[in-house]
């Protein structure tokens, strides 16, 4: 089995992409819709011979694509040469990365006792439990859906925040705009991981990035 590379490693490798949540990504815009259905059809000659591809998504001209190996719950050497093959695709159709537009959205729930009210969201949601504390949507298009151990109720706060994962080199400028928009900075004690950002009334997102968690796994 290949091993999970570091995000760091991970990132280095393939600078037009971007690490969020476990998987690079990468978004080019086509000069059209047919033009982008084209360059997936080629996607899709170009990584046959690997016996897989990138996962894809098409919204008019615009083209996401991502690669990881759900087995090792991250990104191989394996989704490296993926990712490289169709970079030299994109190079050679000029088509331009968007890196600024990825965004990735966990919804977090607080909880004291997590066992307990997992099954409920898991029924709820109809998803596969990928671990512990997370519900992953199996086509990846929902949001993911991760428990955090409360060792206290907290009353005071709300119980449901979102993290919002977005590319390293974004985050400040999504930092900057939310709180000219009325926002107020909780906390960066743990920037670049994550900030933590409220709004006028107290409900609280995460910004969060690749950066500052390794050598942590996972």
């Given amino acids: 089995m290949a091993d ?37 059809a080629r996607v899709g000659e170009l990584t046959a011979a690997r016996g897989r591809g990138p996962d894809l998504d098409v919204r008019g001209d615009v083209v996401h694509l991502a690669v990881s190996t759900p087995s090792v719950g991250g990104v191989t050497d394996d989704d490296v040469a993926l990712a490289r093959d169709v970079d030299a695709l994109v190079a050679e159709l000029g088509l331009p ?9 966990e919804i977090a729930i607080d909880a004291m006792n997590i066992d307990a009210v997992r099954p409920f969201w898991d029924a709820v949601l109809g998803w596969d439990v990928v671990a512990r504390d997370d519900l992953q949507d199996p086509l990846r298009l929902g949001p993911a859906v991760w428990f955090q151990q409360m060792d206290e109720p907290r009353p005071q706060r709300n119980r449901i925040h979102l993290d919002v994962t977005v590319a390293h080199d974004e985050a400040p400028g ?5 709180l000219a928009a009325g926002g107020w900075l909780v906390s960066d004690d743990r920037a670049p991981a994550f900030w933590i950002l409220a709004d006028a009334e107290g409900n609280e997102a ?11 796994p996972g």
């Avoid at 995460?206 to 942590?216: A, E, F, H, M, V």
Wanted: aromatic share 8%; glycine share 4%; hydrophobic share 45%.
């Fill in 4 to 40: 999970k590379l570091s995000r760091q490693a991970a990132s280095d490798a393939l600078p037009q992409w971007r690490f969020l949540l476990q998987r690079m990504h990468l978004t080019v815009r086509a000069p059209d819709t047919a033009s982008a259905f084209a360059f997936v």
């Fill in 97 to 105: 990365s968007e890196p600024g537009t990825l965004t990735v959205v």
């Fill in 174 to 178: 999504r930092i900057e705009r939310a």
């Fill in 206 to 216: 995460c910004i969060c990035t690749w950066q500052g968690r390794d050598p942590l």
